[in-house]
């Protein structure tokens, strides 16, 4: 898409969802449960050219959340719609919506009853997907997708739907999409204090992206980002032991990547 001279919003949508269809991940059909057994979904999408945002929380039904989050950026004066509200909105713009077995999958409900078996000692799962990018005019945008953690207590929110925690986008400086422990990105404003760093103390993507993942990491807080700044450089950072990850850009082969970490970023 981004090939063909296309915007780094409609990238990003369609990169997020392509994840939402997959299973393997935790977002859209393969999204986790909660401790009652229902299933809870957060989006969130940015355009780094003029700041306007959408995300949707706590929702099921439509297919792709991402694309409820872009219809709420798009066709409403707001910028995040939850619940129940979220739903009838989804349905008066003509958002797809599947049945809720549609997204019951026996892997999640699986883990879902170890969770529950061995919640003293289990530590919670979770996930995460987004996207981030440039195109070639130079804007940026940035979307992301989760079902949160298995096991959650219904009506948690983490940091996903939240602007400046998991999601966040600014021509000025950069886009990045965070998956980890929520509560921590959105205590710390994590995305947007990425950002920060890149506008107050002229440091580099690769710079920032690791100094504010690395503040989580010493504050208890798991997790990773993906980024691009206004020049084009990336920043992929990590304190977990793995995080899924890729990129493509021009002339180059797709990059893609789990546990290694042979370099920070790239330019």
Same mark, same amino acid.
């Given at each position: ?125 979770? @996930?995460?997907? +987004?996207? =981030? /990018?440039? *195109? #070639? !005019?130079?804007? $940026? ?6 079902? %949160? &953690? ?70 208890? @807080?798991?997790? +990773?980002? =993906? /980024?691009? *700044? #206004? !020049?084009?450089? $990336? ?6 032991? %793995? &995080? ?24």
């Amino acid at each position: 898409m981004l090939a063909a001279g296309g915007s780094a919003l409609d990238a990003v949508t369609a990169a997020v969802t392509a994840l939402e269809d997959d299973p393997l991940f935790n977002a859209g059909r393969g999204s986790v449960f909660t401790r009652a057994g229902t299933q809870e979904m957060d989006a969130c999408i940015m355009d780094g050219a003029d700041r306007r945002a959408g995300a949707v929380a706590g929702i099921c039904g439509p297919r792709n959340p991402v694309q409820a989050a872009r219809a709420v950026m798009e066709k409403s004066p707001h910028v995040l719609l939850i619940g129940e509200g979220a739903l009838a909105f989804c349905r008066e713009q003509g958002v797809t919506f599947c049945e809720p077995g549609h997204f019951h999958t026996e892997v999640r409900w699986q883990e879902l009853q170890r969770a529950l078996a061995h919640a003293d000692r289990e530590p919670p799962q979770y @996930g995460t997907v +987004g996207a =981030v /990018a440039r *195109d #070639r !005019r130079g804007d $940026l945008a940035a979307a992301t997708s989760t079902g %949160g &953690m298995t096991g959650k207590r219904p009506g948690r929110v983490g940091d996903t739907p939240i602007i400046g925690a998991g999601t966040y986008a600014d021509n000025a400086t950069c886009a990045v999409s965070a998956t980890g422990h929520g509560e921590f990105f959105i205590r710390y404003g994590a995305a947007f204090e990425i950002a920060a760093h890149l506008r107050h103390a002229g440091e580099s993507l690769a710079e920032a992206a690791q100094a504010v993942i690395d503040q989580l990491a010493a504050a208890g @807080g798991s997790g +990773g980002v =993906v /980024a691009v *700044d #206004r !020049r084009g450089a $990336l920043a992929l950072p990590f304190n977990t032991p %793995g &995080m899924y990850r890729g990129f493509v850009r021009d002339k180059i082969a797709i990059h893609t990547a789990i546990y290694d970490e042979p370099y920070r970023s790239w330019c």
